[in-house]
């Protein structure tokens, strides 16, 4: 039998997270099967004791039939292992699956589960945790972690450089701001994290009658959002040089190159908040119905700046353990990121950008 089978299935940013702690810290010795969301393979390198495998089990757009064929493959890939870490979220019926499969052949799964374990699940696993990292989790077995510090080293000096490109734009002239405004990128069409269009153009115009130093690109993956953005810009007297539009998306190597070549990341919760952290570069993270702070130990650094609501106002209403029944997904006017100071955050983004 072969050594992990670590099945995380959520959302592209959480998987790419947990992508990034075991890079950084399983041992090289263990071999690792890591069946996720198969976007991660196009922003990550390989390694050769990390395998990828994608399943789109989670994902509502494939069939009936195509989920079934899925969930027989993740069967027989947990007979396959000694060790399997069924992390949260998974599906009600991906737990089903994976109480057959351990009853079946006596598998040592460790599952991590939202919510308070019910009965049913305390069945379907050896051990099974609520909320605790995911680094604690894998190191119940010895010898799997050559690091046991709760840290995920995005951004630290000893994380893993997760691109072999090398930096583009040497010799550039204006300092780069990249800002992601929207959840919408890469996980759903629309989120109450988003900084609205509205948002988007005062802190762009902010950021311009600042410095004429700067150039500004933002990336989404929105026509809504686009035309919503554009309208702005025909009413407004607006500087074009130092703006570029890519709210209509960009390819995934267009993405790293952007991230790579950029001074100043500005962003919300989201995948790209995760990717930006792990090249260490200079990140605004304008946080609103979520807390970043609770999904990324250690995020105090030098080159990170965490914008929240004020304490009286409503903010940070996501609760892991709510899951999709949370007031974020419920609020039809989110304050939180609406009713901010988006003048003070660029004063803050001039701020970082020249200390650099």
């Not at 696993?125 to 080293?153: A, D, F, G």
């Not at 946080?287 to 650094?301: A, C, E, I, K």
Request: glycine share 4%; proline share 4%; aromatic share 10%.
């Amino acid at each position: 039998m072969k050594d992990i089978l670590v099945i995380k299935l959520g959302a592209l940013g959480d998987c790419f997270r947990t992508y990034c702690m075991l890079a950084n810290n399983v041992s090289p010795s263990v071999s690792v099967l890591f069946l996720t969301n198969p976007t991660i393979s196009k922003y990550v390198p390989p390694r050769e004791n990390i395998r990828i495998k994608g399943l789109r089990i989670m994902s509502s757009n494939i069939s009936i039939i195509y989920k079934i064929k899925e969930l027989f493959i993740l069967v027989r890939l947990i007979t396959r292992f000694k060790y399997v870490f069924l992390l949260h979220p998974s599906k009600f019926f991906v737990k089903v699956f994976s109480f057959f499969a351990w009853q079946a052949f006596k598998t040592r799964l460790y599952s991590l589960t939202r919510s308070t374990p019910s009965q049913f699940e305390s069945y379907i696993s050896n051990q099974v945790h609520w909320l605790m990292p995911e680094i604690i989790l894998l190191n119940k077995l010895n010898n799997t972690l050559s690091n046991t510090i709760i840290n995920y080293s995005l951004h630290s000096k000893s994380a893993i450089n997760l691109s072999t490109r090398k930096s583009i734009n040497q010799g550039k002239s204006k300092f780069k701001i990249v800002i992601f405004p929207s959840t919408g990128n890469y996980i759903q069409k629309t989120s109450n994290r988003d900084i609205s269009p509205d948002s988007l153009f005062q802190l762009t115009s902010r950021l311009t009658q600042i410095s004429g130093n700067v150039h500004i690109t933002a990336v989404a993956r929105s026509k809504i959002y686009h035309n919503q953005f554009i309208e702005l810009i025909n009413s407004n007297d607006f500087t074009n040089d130092q703006f570029t539009n890519h709210l209509l998306g960009l390819t995934e190597e267009g993405l790293l190159n952007i991230i790579q070549s950029s001074d100043l990341i500005i962003c919300v919760d989201s995948f790209p908040m995760y990717l930006s952290l792990s090249y260490s570069k200079n990140i605004i993270i304008i946080s609103g119905p979520t807390n970043p702070s609770h999904f990324v130990d250690n995020l105090r650094q030098s080159n990170l700046k965490i914008f929240s609501p004020e304490e009286n106002t409503c903010r940070h209403c996501y609760s892991t353990s709510d899951g999709g029944n949370s007031p974020m997904y419920k609020c039809s006017n989110p304050t939180c990121m609406s009713e901010r100071d988006y003048s003070l955050i660029a004063q803050e983004a001039m701020k970082i950008l020249s200390n650099n």
